[in-house]
């Protein structure tokens, strides 16, 4: 019994000495995690999330200029019908032989007599033309076709701006928080008032993005051209889904006032079929065989719903200097 005593002692003595190793361990490591605590937040957590943020911000606001050359030999066949009447000029003088019956008065009538004229340089004569004229050529075409084309106003705007909804309040919490130990005590004083927003607006979430390291759009005058309206998008009301709800909701009121994302975007689509878009419009890219239907179902949809016309034009044709 002794012996047994002696084992159970000893365990109980190995648990006591290892519980005290295990825990001392872990106050080490949680007094140098918070030690590094605002290391950590500094230099590794808000770099990276306000980084990702920011780069769905830039893309958003991303602008494709790019100048296409085409340089090509058209070939050119075709048959012009020319029917129109016209005044001719003589160029040089023209000898006339023709026969005549001239009647002399008093004298007689000369049948078949045979008359000799001139027509001088100059002369205007009235002609209908009626004939067709062919042509067969080719046709040197030298274009720089100049694409300016904002982002923000295709669709990529929708997953872009999806994306800057999950990562903008967590990058506004991390830019909210203390950056050091000097700050906590007022920090903590703001939580024990009620007077904290972790949300609230600042340096960061007001310009997240500073800027590219090229222009676009420098020059291009063809911005404010009409849009032919069978080209006008339709504007289908879906909303972006958004990222945590929770912290969502407080940066949209708006959209969850209106029963939220989803709620929303199910309206949408039950619009669009109620205008009998196609939902390959609006829910992916189109085939060629659904491009015409998307392209048809469009053209009506414009003309039933009035958009206004986005700034940017698409691909418009300059032509090339000395062309």
Known sequence: ????????????????????????????????????????KNNIATPLVSGLHSSFVGLDEATIDWTIPVRADVPVNLDIALQQNTVV?????????????????????????????????GTRLPVALDLNVPVRDTLPIALDVRAVIPLDRTQLHDPF????????????????????????????????????????????????????????GVGYTLAGEPVPPVNLPIQTGIVPVGGIPGLD????????????????NAQAEMSMEAQSVPAVAYQGSTSPDESAQTGAAGQAASSQEAVQPPNDMGIMPTPAAGG
Do not use: C, H
């Open 1 to 40: 019994m002794r012996a047994l005593k002696a084992i159970g002692g000893s365990i109980k003595n190995f648990m006591i000495l290892f519980s005290f190793i295990v825990n001392l361990i872990l106050v080490v490591v949680l007094v140098v995690l918070g030690l590094m605590l605002f290391e950590i």
């Open 89 to 121: 000029v003589l160029t040089e003088s023209v000898p006339l032989n023709v026969s005549a019956n001239i009647v002399l008065p008093g004298v007689g009538n000369l049948n078949n007599a045979s008359v000799a004229l001139t027509l001088p340089a």
């Open 161 to 216: 701006a999806n994306l800057q909804l999950m990562f903008d309040p967590l990058a506004r919490i991390l830019v909210n928080l203390p950056n050091g130990f000097d700050e906590v005590p007022a920090f903590a004083g703001n939580v024990l008032s009620g007077n904290v927003n972790l949300l609230a607006d600042n340096a960061y979430s007001e310009n997240p993005w500073p800027g590219f390291s090229r222009t676009a």
């Open 249 to 264: 909701q407080q940066l949209r009121p708006d959209i969850y006032a209106q029963g939220g994302p989803e709620a929303i």
